[in-house]
């Protein structure tokens, strides 16, 4: 069984849920946990968004899923262990998420792209996920930051606290840091390859962060919340 409504019939899924939800047969049919999901062999993606799933319910063997989508569940701590190193995209947007973390080793996690948006982290590592080249940590409780990758390629922080950042990411095409709601006083980053940047609603900084980015492309900035020396900064981009 599912843990909620439906039955497994080989690799597909035969489910008795919601009418009118064929692109995503389990979306929002009350499942709870996620054991089952063993049973499928050739499984690569899974979309369980709008459930009732909790920390509980999270324990896995090993899986072929490849795309997965945890979303609006009750999810308030995710622990990336072995069952899950195959998963390359995950989604765990919108729970009550208060901790991440991968315990696998760098070898065995295949994680590229992780979606950890709209949650309640106040701290965060991406630990032995090397290979993630898309983060967002948009709507958290993060304070403060300080994150260093080779493979990360875009980066979202929107919507925190961030009163601290240190970001080492020499190849980092873009980066959304605005509406937040403190102002930021000890940033420190190399970015040297960064295409984007958003620092627009209430993004309140200095000068000197404008500088040493050698490949910026388009750049938005609130101007209420920017110092004129920060703009003048931008002639030396």
Not at 107 to 125: E, P, Q, R, Y
Request: with cysteine.
């Amino acid at each position: 069984g599912f843990g909620g409504h439906g039955e497994q019939v080989a690799d597909n899924f035969v489910v008795h849920g919601r009418a009118g939800a064929d692109s995503d047969p389990l979306s929002g049919c009350g499942i709870t946990e996620l054991s089952w999901i063993s049973g499928f062999r050739s499984l690569q993606t899974l979309n369980l968004s709008g459930n009732q799933i909790s920390d509980e319910g999270l324990s896995v063997e090993k899986t072929t899923v490849k795309e997965l989508n945890l979303s609006q569940n009750v999810i308030t701590s995710f622990v990336l262990t072995n069952g899950w190193a195959g998963v390359e995209n995950l989604n765990l947007s919108e729970n009550q998420l208060t901790s991440f973390s991968v315990e696998v080793s760098e070898g065995d996690c295949a994680l590229t792209v992780l979606n950890l948006a709209s949650n309640k982290i106040d701290s965060f590592n991406l630990g032995a996920a090397k290979k993630t080249v898309s983060l967002n940590l948009s709507g958290n409780n993060l304070s403060g930051l300080t994150l260093s990758s080779d493979s990360l390629l875009s980066l979202s922080l929107s919507e925190n606290p961030l009163a601290g950042l240190t970001l080492n990411l020499p190849n980092l095409a873009s980066l959304e840091v605005s509406c937040n709601t403190t102002y930021p006083n000890g940033i420190v980053w190399n970015l040297p390859a960064l295409k984007l940047l958003d620092m627009s609603k209430e993004f309140h900084c200095s000068s000197d962060i404008l500088k040493n980015l050698p490949q910026l492309e388009t750049l938005s900035v609130h101007l209420s919340g920017v110092s004129v020396e920060s703009v003048a900064a931008l002639n030396s981009v």
